[in-house]
T-cell receptor, first 114, second 113 residues
Framework: AQKITQTQPGMFVQEKEAVTLDCTYD???????LFWYKQPSSGEMIFLIY??????QNATEGRYSLNFQKARKSANLVISASQLGDSAMYFC???????????FGSGTQLTVLP | DADVTQTPRNRITKTGKRIMLECSQT?????MYWYRQDPGLGLRLIYY???????NKGEISDGYSVSRQAQAKFSLSLESAIPNQTALYFC????????????FGSGTRLTVV
């Protein structure tokens, strides 16, 4: 079974600062994918970034980067230069191998302060 | 039009009623999913389907049923709604390969009174 743990129920960050959202995972599959999603107050789920377990380099997408530490089974999301619009719930998720059923963490509520 | 459309967006129903949530997609994806979101618990998988003839139970399928009417349509039914099924329900699609993530619908907010 797969498990995703997000230990930060809420985080605050000052506008223009960087913030790291923690995610650890547990799986016995050697091949898996890690995902981060953003859920603003409007409720939709927005795909942010993906990291494959065999990818050699950390994934980056604009201001988002994924700090992938395979040995520690962690996949932290780093948001650089935070903006007020980044205030949202952030979910870490994992899908093992070729299976596509995502398992989600409980989320981190990020608030960006002006 | 949205890639994944869920109807209705909001619904209030009474305990014991049967209710159907509908999902349609224009992504051309074979794989479709129903998730439920409760506060503080993230999203949990109810059912998933890899093609029209393939239906699988997820983590929390009790009290729910699904129908895959076509590649593009996947509906979720609550046979006899109960208050603890009050939640935000998401339909999602994906293709086979890794890396593309899911495409989610906008969600259906269901309240059972």
């Amino acid at each position: 079974a797969q498990k995703i743990t997000q230990t930060q129920p809420g985080m605050f960050v000052q506008e223009k600062e960087a913030v790291t959202l923690d995610c650890t995972y547990d799986t016995s599959d050697p091949s898996y994918g890690l995902f981060w999603y953003k859920q603003p107050s409007s409720g939709e789920m927005i795909f942010l970034i993906y990291q494959g377990s065999y990818d050699q380099q950390n994934a980056t997408e604009g201001r988002y980067s994924l700090n992938f530490q395979k040995a520690r089974k962690s996949a932290n999301l780093v948001i650089s230069a935070s903006q007020l619009g980044d205030s949202a719930m952030y979910f870490c998720a994992m899908a093992p191998g070729s299976a596509r059923q995502l398992t989600f963490g409980s989320g981190t509520q990020l608030t960006v302060l002006p | 039009d949205a890639d994944v459309t869920q109807t209705p967006r909001n619904r209030i129903t009474k305990t014991g009623k049967r209710i159907m949530l509908e999902c349609s997609q224009t992504k051309g994806h074979d794989r479709m999913y129903w998730y439920r979101q409760d506060p503080g618990l993230g999203l949990r998988l109810i059912y998933y389907s890899f093609d029209v003839k393939d239906i699988n139970k997820g983590e929390i399928s009790d009290g729910y049923s699904v129908s895959r009417q076509a590649q593009a349509k996947f509906s979720l039914s609550l046979e006899s709604a109960i208050p603890n099924q009050t939640a935000l329900y998401f339909c999602a699609t994906s293709d086979y390969g890794q890396g593309s993530g899911y495409t989610f619908g906008s969600g259906t907010r269901l309240t059972v009174v």
